[in-house]
């Protein structure tokens, strides 16, 4: 089954500068798109890790002190590109994904709807 397929979560593009941790390394990535279970990243270097490994993810947004954070999951690797599954969100960095995804989705109230998914 194709990735796109098995989306229950409508993903939204929010390209900004993030961080990916795995073990010891911490790498730059730029973020390419959200949703409310996971997002797809862009890799500045080769990928240190492989599908199923345990990440951070820190997102920086931009002309603001606010960075979301959450532990995930590696989805996949494409290349340089990471899709990862979110596992753990804390309750600031949730709400601030969901303002992000509904301002971001040409359907606000779908986005709403999916929230009872979670």
């Known amino acids: 089954m194709e990735i796109m397929e ?17 073990g010891n390394q911490r790498l730059k990535a730029t973020l390419e798109d ?7 990243l862009t890799l500045a270097e080769e990928p240190p890790f492989a599908p199923g ?4 993810v820190s997102i920086a947004l931009a002309n603001s002190n606010i960075v979301l954070e959450f532990e ?7 290349g340089m590109q990471v899709g990862v599954k979110i596992v753990r969100i804390d309750l600031d960095s949730m709400t601030h994904l969901r303002s ?4 971001n989705s040409a359907e606000p109230d779908e986005v709403r709807k999916e929230l009872s998914f979670l």
């Open 34 to 40: 959200l949703s409310l279970r996971g997002a797809l």
């Open 6 to 22: 098995q989306r229950r979560f409508r993903r939204v593009s929010f390209v900004t500068e993030s961080f990916i941790a795995a």
């Open 53 to 56: 490994d345990s990440c951070s």
């Open 72 to 78: 995930a999951e590696v989805a996949h690797l494409r």
């Open 100 to 103: 992000i995804i509904e301002f």
